[in-house]
Nanobody, 121 residues
Framework: QVSLVESGGGLVQAGGALRLSCVAS????????TGWYRQAPGKERELVAA???????DYADSVKGRFTISRDNDKNTAYLQMSSLKPEDTAVYYC???????????????WGQGTQVTVSS
């Protein structure tokens, strides 16, 4: 099992910055990809950014150039540095840990509880 705990959310003015953290515990060596997703009220959860164990990254078009995902494997922590925040970035941000084949009978995804990010205009 993998447990994920996010932190770092809060209220920030437009143009500001926040850094989210996601600390993993449990079968952390099994995590192949860590992702940040967000869900705004009335909208579906969407991928914001993802990073593999090897460091390859992927970003949603809406955050490219403003958000940076990183991962410290020694600390079992993933980060999402967010800058130039916009009101439309307001959402609950969730951390996802994806486990591929090899650790369990089948691939599994684990989610954190989420952290609220509110950007005021």
């Amino acid at each position: 099992q993998v447990s994920l705990v996010e932190s770092g959310g809060g209220l920030v003015q437009a143009g500001g910055a926040l850094r989210l953290s996601c600390v993993a515990s449990g079968d952390t060596d099994c995590i192949s990809t860590t992702g940040w997703y967000r869900q705004a009220p009335g909208k579906e959860r969407e991928l914001v950014a993802a990073i593999t164990h090897g460091g390859s990254t992927d970003y949603a078009d809406s955050v490219k150039g403003r958000f940076t995902i990183s991962r410290d494997n020694d600390k079992n922590t993933a980060y999402l540095q967010m800058s130039s925040l916009k009101p439309e970035d307001t959402a609950v941000y969730y951390c996802l840990g994806s486990v591929g084949y090899g650790c369990y009978d089948e691939p599994r995804d684990f989610w954190g509880q989420g952290t609220q990010v509110t950007v005021s205009s």
